[in-house]
């Protein structure tokens, strides 16, 4: 199997990527990428309106990186869960599942940090919760 750096190399050059393009490149199933993205909360591709999954390169890295853990270092979900976070040296915390951006991101603007897009998520996540509560009264 190839290293994630010598995958990541292989990676098409563009911007986003849909959830059987990935499945392709990393060539890992479809129903196993969704599975992760309940269990890895650092891998949270965007949801473009109309609901598909929208990868960007980081999130392929992070396949990669996933994929290298489980099957080649012998880590189990938790434990792989717990390096990554350790790793990006973020708390575990992501978006919760089904949550989805309003639209997808331009095509052409500047690629998004991890601190940005958590950053978006969390705003997000936020509001709805405030709709919920508006909804609620």
């Known amino acids: 199997m190839a290293s994630a750096a010598q995958a990541a190399r292989e990676i098409p050059e563009k911007t986003l990527f849909r959830i059987g393009e990935v499945s392709r490149l990393t060539a890992t199933k479809t129903f196993v990428l969704r599975y992760w993205e309940s269990e890895f909360p650092m ?54 599942e089904g949550a989805t951006l309003s639209a997808a991101p331009p095509l052409k603007s500047p690629p998004v940090t991890r601190a940005q897009r958590k950053l978006l998520l969390d705003l997000h996540e936020e509001l709805l919760a405030i709709l919920t509560l508006l909804g609620g009264e």
């Open 43 to 96: 891998l949270q591709p965007v949801k473009s309106p109309s609901g598909h999954r929208l990868y960007r390169r980081e999130d392929i890295e992070t396949v990669f990186e996933i994929k290298r853990l489980l099957y080649e270092e012998g880590f189990t979900i938790a434990g792989a869960r717990k390096h990554l976070a350790e790793q990006h040296g973020g708390n575990g915390h992501g978006m919760r």
